[in-house]
C-alpha cells in the first residue's frame, strides 16, 4: 500500500470527514410534508361523516358491477341496430377526416405567415397570438358557440372542430419550420426565389414528415372531440348514439358496443398514422 492510499484511509475513518445529504431538511420540504398530511386527515375525516343520503355503499357497489357487466361482457347493438351505429361511427370519422384535412390546409398556410424565419416579425406575432387565443378556448365552447350563429348541426360541429384545428396545426407546423436549417432558406433568397418558391422547395421536403405526423395526432383528437360534439351541437353521428343509449334510454348493453367500436376506431387510426409516419422518416 503507498502512502498516498493509506492517507486517503486515514482521511476517511476522520470523525469530522463531510457527510453527503441525500435529503437537507428545508421550511419548503417542511412545509409541503405539512399540507400533504393535512390533506389526508381532511379526506378522512370527510369520508367518515359523509352524509350518504340513505345510499347504501354495497348496494351501489353491486350495482355498479352489474352496469359494468351488461357495458362491456354483454356488448350488443340494442335496440337502434348495428347498421344505425355503424353509420354513425362513420359519421364521426368523416366528420374528423374532413375538419382534420381544413385544419391541415388553413393550419399550414397560417403557419408559413408565422414562422419567424420567413416573414415580417409584426405579422407572425399577430398571427400567433390570434392562434392562442382560439386554443385557449376548448371546442366544446366553439361548437356551442357556432350552434347559436348557425343552429344545432352538422355545420356548427364542422366549424367548431375545424377553427380549433386550424390553431393547434399552426402553432404545430410553425414550430417544425421554424427548426429548419436557416442557410437553405438564404441561399434561395440569394438567388432570388419567390417567397412561395421558397416554401414548397426548401420548407416543404424538409417538414414533411413532421407534417403527417402532426396531423394524424389532430385526427385521433378530432376523432375524439366529434364524439362529444356530435353531442353537445346536435351533430349526430356515434356520439350522439352514445348520448341517448346511456343517459335517456339507459341501455348500457348498446353502450358498451359503442364503446368498443370507438376504442377500435381509435387503435385503426394509431395503427394507419404510425406506418405512414415511418414510410415517410424512412424515406
Known amino acids: 500500500m503507498t502512502d498516498s492510499q493509506d492517507s486517503i484511509i486515514q482521511k476517511s475513518k476522520?470523525?469530522?470527514?463531510?457527510?453527503?445529504?441525500?435529503?437537507?431538511?428545508s421550511l419548503s420540504r417542511t412545509m409541503i410534508l405539512v399540507v400533504f398530511v393535512s390533506l389526508l386527515l381532511i379526506t378522512g375525516y370527510t369520508?367518515?361523516?359523509?352524509?350518504?343520503?340513505?345510499v347504501q355503499i354495497n348496494q351501489a357497489l353491486k350495482e355498479l358491477m352489474t352496469t359494468l357487466n351488461q357495458m362491456f361482457?354483454?356488448?350488443?347493438?340494442?335496440?337502434?341496430?348495428?347498421?344505425?351505429?355503424?353509420?354513425?361511427?362513420?359519421?364521426?370519422?368523416?366528420?374528423?377526416?374532413?375538419?382534420?384535412?381544413?385544419?391541415?390546409?388553413?393550419?399550414f398556410l397560417f403557419a408559413v405567415l408565422a414562422s419567424k424565419n420567413l416573414t415580417n416579425a409584426y405579422l407572425g406575432a399577430g398571427i400567433r397570438v390570434i392562434m392562442a387565443v382560439i386554443r385557449a378556448i376548448p371546442i366544446i365552447i366553439w361548437a356551442l358557440i357556432f350552434s347559436i350563429v348557425c343552429g344545432l348541426g352538422t355545420t356548427a360541429a364542422i366549424l367548431g372542430l375545424s377553427f380549433h384545428s386550424i390553431a393547434y396545426l399552426t402553432k404545430a407546423y410553425s414550430e417544425s419550420i421554424e427548426g429548419i436549417d436557416n442557410a437553405k432558406i438564404e441561399s434561395l433568397k440569394v438567388t432570388g426565389?419567390?417567397?412561395?418558391?421558397?416554401?414548397?422547395?426548401?420548407?416543404?421536403?424538409?417538414?414533411?414528415?413532421?407534417?403527417?405526423?402532426?396531423t394524424f395526432i389532430r385526427l385521433e383528437?378530432?376523432?375524439?372531440?366529434?364524439?362529444?360534439?356530435?353531442?353537445?351541437a346536435g351533430a349526430g353521428g356515434i356520439?350522439?348514439?352514445?348520448?341517448?343509449?346511456?343517459?335517456?334510454?339507459?341501455?348500457?348493453?348498446?353502450?358498451?358496443?359503442?364503446?368498443?367500436?370507438?376504442?377500435?376506431v381509435t387503435f385503426v387510426l394509431e395503427f394507419i398514422a404510425v406506418k405512414i409516419r415511418q414510410y415517410y422518416l424512412n424515406r
Open 14 to 25: 476522520l470523525p469530522n470527514s463531510p457527510e453527503i445529504k441525500l435529503h437537507e431538511r
Open 47 to 54: 369520508l367518515t361523516h359523509l352524509d350518504t343520503a340513505g
Open 73 to 107: 361482457l354483454q356488448p350488443n347493438a340494442g335496440t337502434d341496430g348495428l347498421p344505425l351505429l355503424m353509420e354513425a361511427l362513420g359519421n364521426s370519422v368523416l366528420l374528423s377526416i374532413l375538419t382534420t384535412i381544413i385544419g391541415a390546409v388553413f393550419g
Open 193 to 214: 426565389a419567390k417567397f412561395w418558391v421558397i416554401v414548397f422547395q426548401a420548407i416543404w421536403p424538409t417538414i414533411v414528415a413532421s407534417f403527417v405526423s402532426w
Open 221 to 232: 383528437i378530432n376523432f375524439a372531440n366529434a364524439i362529444a360534439v356530435g353531442a353537445a
Open 239 to 264: 356520439g350522439y348514439q352514445l348520448f341517448v343509449a346511456s343517459g335517456m334510454s339507459f341501455d348500457f348493453h348498446e353502450t358498451g358496443l359503442i364503446v368498443y367500436l370507438v376504442i377500435l
